[in-house]
């Protein structure tokens, strides 16, 4: 009989302890669905934060994105940047996003005036082209800025 009270009492707890397993387990999923969405929002608000910065600075930069993005496909820019996607340089999107304080940036190097600041490890494939932009008018560099910062 005392064996029997004995295995009753362990089963009851065990069964209890399960319930409150469970319990804690769905409090946990729970929460962590509510920190997600929160975290989900954040990252939101940072990147409209950013995409306000690139489209203010774009929009205060005195070069002719259109024309930017002639001389981008003209000059065969294309071949190593992408708009969204790092293809052998950096997308255009990380180009802006890293220069949104700084348009004028993008132009001081290009023109080769300052130093690599989205993908310097990729300064050494860059640097052929940069002899060719340095010696561009500065009116096609500022459009070609202007054309980069729209991403």
């Known amino acids: 009989m005392k064996k029997v009270i004995f295995l009753a009492s362990v089963l009851f707890m065990m069964s209890c302890g399960a319930e409150e397993t469970k ?15 929160e975290v989900k929002e954040h990252v939101e608000k940072v990147e409209t934060k950013i995409e306000e910065k690139v489209e203010e600075v774009a929009a205060s930069f005195s070069g002719d994105a259109e024309a930017g993005e002639a001389l981008f496909t ?3 820019c294309v071949a190593c940047h992408a708009p969204d996607k790092k293809v052998v340089g950096p997308s255009l999107h990380d180009i802006a996003t890293g220069y949104a304080d700084n348009g004028n940036g993008i132009v001081s190097f290009l023109k080769e005036e300052s130093d690599a600041i989205i993908d310097p490890a990729q300064f050494a494939v860059m640097q052929a082209n940069l002899a060719m932009t340095k010696v561009m ?13 729209k991403h």
């Open 23 to 37: 319990k804690a387990t769905e409090h946990v999923k729970d929460h962590a669905k509510e920190v997600k969405h």
């Open 74 to 76: 003209g000059k065969g």
């Open 137 to 149: 008018p500065e009116e096609e560099l500022n459009s070609l800025a202007a054309f980069i910062l």
